[in-house]
C-alpha cells in the first residue's frame, strides 16, 4: 500500500514486564464518576454517566507535560485507566472484564478555563480535554497482575503536597458496568482505553510544578509540567 504521505505513528503504551507495546485506538473518559468530585462540578450523583474523547496520540509516558496555549487555568484529574483486548457492543457486565487487557494510572488534563465557557455556550469538550499531553500515562499492567482493580486507594501530590485522596471503591459506575453503558454507545475494539473517573480535589497546575499520582497495585506516574 502507498500512502500520499508518511502515516504518523501508530500511539502506543508500553506493558510492564514486556517488550511488546500495545496500539491505541480510542480514548474514552467517563465524567463525574466519583460522588464528591461530581458534587464539586456542580453535578448530580444520580445521573446516568456520560463520556467524552480525548486522541489516542494524547496519551503520553515521558513523564512531562508541556503547559497548552490558550489557557491559564489547567486542572489535574487522577484516573485508573482500562486498557481493553476486545469489545464489541452491547457487552453484559458480567462479561465486561473478560475484555480487559491491563491497568494504568493516569491524568486527565483539562483547560478547565476553556471547558467552563464551553459548557456555558453548551458547546463540546474538545479543546478542553483533547489537547497535546493531555493524557500522561503509565506503562499497562496486565490484568492478571492486578489483584482487585475495583478498590484500592487512588491519590495525587502536587510539589509533595496531597491535592486528590480517594478509594475505587467510590466509583459511582463501576468498571463492568462503564464498559456496558459505553458498548451501547459505540462499538468497542481492542485498543481502546477508558479513563474511570476522578475523586475529589481537582486543581490548577503552573509551570515546573511535579505531579505524582499513585493507585494501589497499578503504580506511580511522576509528570513534570514544562
Not at 55 to 68: E, I, L, Q, S
Amino acid at each position: 500500500m502507498t500512502y500520499v504521505f508518511t502515516p504518523v505513528p501508530q500511539p502506543t503504551l508500553p506493558v510492564k514486564g514486556s517488550d511488546k507495546l500495545f496500539p491505541i485506538h480510542r480514548i474514552y473518559c467517563v465524567g463525574r464518576n466519583y460522588a464528591e468530585h461530581t458534587k464539586e462540578m456542580g453535578g448530580d450523583t444520580k445521573d446516568p454517566p456520560f463520556f467524552f474523547q480525548k486522541n489516542a496520540d494524547n496519551a503520553v509516558t515521558d513523564g512531562k507535560f508541556p503547559y497548552p496555549a490558550q489557557t491559564s487555568n489547567v486542572h489535574f484529574e487522577v484516573e485508573l485507566v482500562v486498557a481493553l483486548k476486545s469489545g464489541g457492543v452491547s457487552i453484559k457486565a458480567a462479561d465486561a472484564m473478560s475484555h480487559v487487557f491491563g491497568y494504568a494510572v493516569g491524568i486527565d488534563m483539562t483547560r478547565r478555563d476553556l471547558q467552563d465557557v464551553a459548557k456555558k455556550m453548551s458547546r463540546p469538550w474538545e479543546v478542553a480535554k483533547a489537547f497535546e499531553a493531555s493524557a500522561p500515562c503509565t506503562a499497562l499492567v496486565p490484568a492478571p497482575h492486578v489483584e482487585n482493580p475495583g478498590k484500592g486507594a487512588i491519590w495525587l501530590d502536587v510539589n509533595g503536597q496531597r491535592k486528590q485522596t480517594g478509594d475505587l471503591r467510590q466509583m459511582i459506575w463501576d468498571i463492568p458496568h462503564q464498559i456496558e453503558f459505553l458498548s451501547g454507545l459505540f462499538e468497542l475494539k481492542a485498543g481502546d482505553l477508558i479513563f474511570t473517573g476522578t475523586p475529589s480535589g481537582v486543581g490548577a497546575i503552573k509551570k515546573g510544578d511535579v505531579m505524582r499520582a499513585h493507585i494501589d497495585g497499578i503504580g506511580d506516574l511522576e509528570v513534570t509540567v514544562i
